[in-house]
């Protein structure tokens, strides 16, 4: 039986929709579920739900990273955190993957760190899924678990984003695109020109760039980029979508006839920030590393939490590591200029 | 009295909106305008408007850079552009500035290597205004004049920002930052830690890092990034702009009673994005350049056209480019390591 582990105490609101998602997860998806954090307040909210016969087990962690906590600093002091525990929980073998939904860079470093990288990747890359136009997802990737990345960093997260994009989506040969400022090979700065000419001779199905418009239009799968600028597009996403609710809302509560169209037009925006919102998605996986580690957003609910564990239990049963092991190592070597 | 030329072929619907525009400027803004193009199409447009006694006059060219053309081509082949003969009337004196909703890359290479660069200045920059939720307006540089900028550079964007600021919203110390993925010091990659250790030594109000979603809360006026991030903020916020829209659309005509709502959304979005779009604040200036151009956006309208002859007399007036070339040559040389 597959073994999740998940850091019941990471979200804003822990451990209330991390137990509540992991008994559903358990109920459903037929995974055993490791349940890590401070042992009082799990006994006392797993209480109040039935969950008799299901397989889900308390491991303590005496510390809690919050939100407020600086990355490396929760990373290098609070050894014995949920995330480390869950963390060594996979390292140790006695479980195949962890979810958090808590401070993403204490995680992400924890996950780096705790776990270490696959032999062949140079570095790990956060995938994050956005929904399209035409009701279909694209993968962004990296959202921001490196800066500075190098030609061959961007190669390597275009397999991996693409191998996750197969095994989540199940499209058998996901389109992939470079994210740049213009289409033709020619646009972009040094670091898209070079990864452009090694990822036309990789075996991936690269389509060429695509601009920022174009992340939401559905005419590619998987879009590669620095993870300064993946960090960037992804908190504009954010607040573009923030600031047009503002001013709708607004415009839209000016007039008594138009409260109608406002609570209308409210609900079709709660709809669209829950889909813009990852943990819908389940989370962002962190590839790359030996195991599977999956980041949901700080406020996951505990339908995110299941869909967490979900995308964790596909990316083992799918095999994940072993195919990016086997086709990063597959790459042809450039030849250097 | 002060004299714009105006490239009448360059937007999508030229020369209709740019000769209503000009009429519009003349009239209300005490400028000459030079009307740049095709001399029988722009007679035939003028002869549709009353402008007796306004001072508008034609000066022929005889090519046209459409939307299709590379920019490098049109560059170097069109020389006898509307853009190009534009910017000639720029560097020869006969006009103090030019505005063109043409074809932008081609736009702006005419602008750069037609006009040449201030002495002291290394680079250009394209500087775009964001609507901000609280009713102000960020303007936000590069976004796409250069790509692979050095922090030196990102000091100049700043600079020169906070000088076309302070022109045309009359804030006295704009606060000025650091597009980043973090608000510390030490985050981001190479090129900001070192533009924001330079940024603190110089004598603008400069606040820190902002993330991707602050572009819009109005916590800060000018924003500073490389071209490549700068040109991706700007499409991605039009691409969620338009995402949003239709799925909008989309909800909001799924019942009878909700098309009530989707009018007055329709209309609260219309606003929006119109204020996106920066035509509506008469088009980015690129700065930098001797001389002043401003370049709309292909899709700019009569209004957008007289707003854009209006920053560029704005700018003329406010000597920016004196400032420019005063406050870049004073700022602090760093000691290279």
Same mark, same amino acid.
């Not at 002091?77 to 014995?80: E, G, N, R």
């Not at 033709?184 to 700065?189: F, I, Q, T, V």
């Given at each position: 039986m597959i073994t999740i582990a998940v850091d $019941?105490? /990471? /979200?804003? =609101? $822990?451990p209330r929709p991390e137990v509540e998602g992991a008994i559903a997860a358990a109920r459903e998806l037929g995974v055993r579920i490791l349940l890590v954090g401070l042992s009082p307040e799990l006994k006392k909210e797993l209480a109040?739900?039935?969950?008799?016969?299901?397989?889900i087990e308390i491991v303590p962690a005496s510390e809690v990273i919050t939100m407020d906590d600086s990355p490396s600093q929760a990373f290098r &002091? &609070? &050894?014995?955190s949920s995330a480390h525990v869950a963390a060594k929980l996979v390292r140790g073998g006695q479980a195949d993957a962890f979810i958090s939904a808590g401070n993403t860079g204490a995680v992400m470093a924890v996950a780096r760190f705790g776990l270490g990288l696959l032999p062949s990747v140079e570095r790990p890359a956060l995938a994050a899924p956005f929904p399209t136009s035409v009701g279909g997802t694209a993968v962004l990737l990296?959202?921001? $678990?490196?800066?500075? @990345?190098?030609p061959a960093h961007l190669v390597q997260f275009a397999v991996m984003g693409e191998i996750y994009y197969r095994a989540i989506f199940g499209t058998r040969r996901p389109k992939v695109a470079l994210l740049s400022?213009? +289409?033709? +090979? @020619? &646009?972009? =700065?040094e670091l898209t020109r070079e990864a452009f000419a090694r990822l036309k001779l990789s075996p991936l199905n690269f389509t060429g760039n695509v601009e920022g418009r174009d992340i939401f239009n559905g005419s590619v799968d998987v879009i590669v980029c620095d993870g300064f600028i993946g960090n960037i597009a992804l908190k504009i996403s954010e607040g573009v979508a923030a600031h047009i609710a503002g001013m709708l809302k607004q415009a839209l509560q000016s007039t008594l006839s138009s409260q109608v169209g406002y609570v209308l037009s409210r609900k079709a925006f709660k709809s669209f920030r829950k889909k813009i919102d990852y943990s819908e998605y389940g989370g962002a996986p962190l590839l790359g590393v030996k195991g599977v580690a999956i980041i949901g957003h700080g406020s996951s609910n505990a339908l995110a939490i299941r869909n967490a564990v979900r995308v964790a239990t596909e990316l083992v049963r799918g095999g994940v590591n072993e195919k990016i092991e086997q086709e990063i190592s597959a790459l042809p070597v450039p030849v250097e200029a």
């Open positions: $019941a105490m /990471g /979200g804003d =609101n $822990a109040k739900h039935s969950h008799r016969g299901l397989p &002091k &609070k &050894k014995d990296d959202v921001g $678990a490196n800066v500075d @990345s190098k400022i213009g +289409e033709e +090979e @020619s &646009k972009g =700065n």
